[in-house]
């Protein structure tokens, strides 16, 4: 168990809604990370957020968003979504910003848009 | 810019036998690199990384990698493979600049890993 929690752990919806998914940290960890993983683009970095304020993008939609909350939980949103948008998507956090931290991976949450 | 090619999408092993999984990476700065494992259904978790100190890097479960600038190498070896070693593997490299590449980590497509009775 790394400590980073993800609800909900399965979610399926419809093209064009919008969902929300959460993630908290483990104790102690200031950074937060998302990835989505697909079959088609593997592993790809979405957005990082460091005691609230964002930090970096990597290939994240406009369609998506994502903030962190001032108790470091944080919530990726995905707007009109697409049959493409079906993946797995990962939270992670580290203690500082550096690229040397060690990541600690959340179980994921599965999205399966119909 | 940085990448990471996996060089086997599938190795396959008997138990007990070396396991070898080979990851070449390119980046602009100094990196760090990382090998990360996941088994099914679950999220995934760090092996060993390097960040500029010792080139042979051990992790967990007895699993090792060397760092070789020369070749751009990063490959992950075990002397003895066992059945719960099963699992995707994946080869992770990060700048080791600061500004907007703060915890920015570029997957390699992965290795699945099969070890036979």
């Known amino acids: 168990d790394s400590g980073v929690t993800q609800t909900p752990k399965h979610l399926i919806t419809a093209t064009g809604q919008r969902v929300t998914l959460r993630c908290s940290p483990r104790?102690?960890?200031?950074?937060v990370y998302w990835y989505q993983q697909s079959l088609d683009q593997g592993l790809q970095f979405l957005i990082q957020?460091?005691?609230?304020?964002?930090?970096a993008k990597g290939n994240i939609l406009e369609r998506f968003s994502a903030q962190q909350f001032p108790d470091l939980h944080s919530e990726l949103n995905l707007s009109s979504l697409e049959l493409g948008d079906s993946a797995l998507y990962f939270c992670?956090?580290?203690?500082?910003?550096?690229?040397?931290?060690?990541?600690?991976f959340g179980p994921g949450t599965r999205l399966t848009v119909l | 810019a940085q990448s990471v090619t996996q060089l086997d999408s599938h190795v396959s092993v008997s138990e007990g036998t070396p396991v070898l999984l080979r990851c070449n990476y390119s980046?602009?700065?100094?990196?760090?690199l990382f090998w990360y494992v996941q088994h099914p259904n679950k999220g995934l978790q760090l092996l060993l990384k390097y960040t500029s100190a010792a080139t042979l890097v051990k992790g967990i479960n007895g699993f090792e990698a060397e760092f070789k600038k020369s070749e751009t190498s990063f490959h992950l070896t075990k002397p003895s493979a066992h059945m719960s070693d099963a699992a995707e593997y994946f080869c992770?490299?990060?700048?080791?600049?600061?500004?907007?590449?703060?915890?920015?980590?570029?997957f390699g497509q992965g290795t699945i890993l099969t070890v036979h009775p």
């Open positions: 992770v490299v990060s700048p080791n600049a600061g500004g907007t590449s703060y915890g920015k980590l570029t």
């Open positions: 992670a956090s580290s203690v500082g910003l550096a690229t040397y931290n060690e990541q600690f």
């Open positions: 104790s102690g960890d200031l950074s």
């Open positions: 980046s602009s700065y100094s990196p760090s």
């Open positions: 957020y460091y005691n609230g304020e964002e930090r």
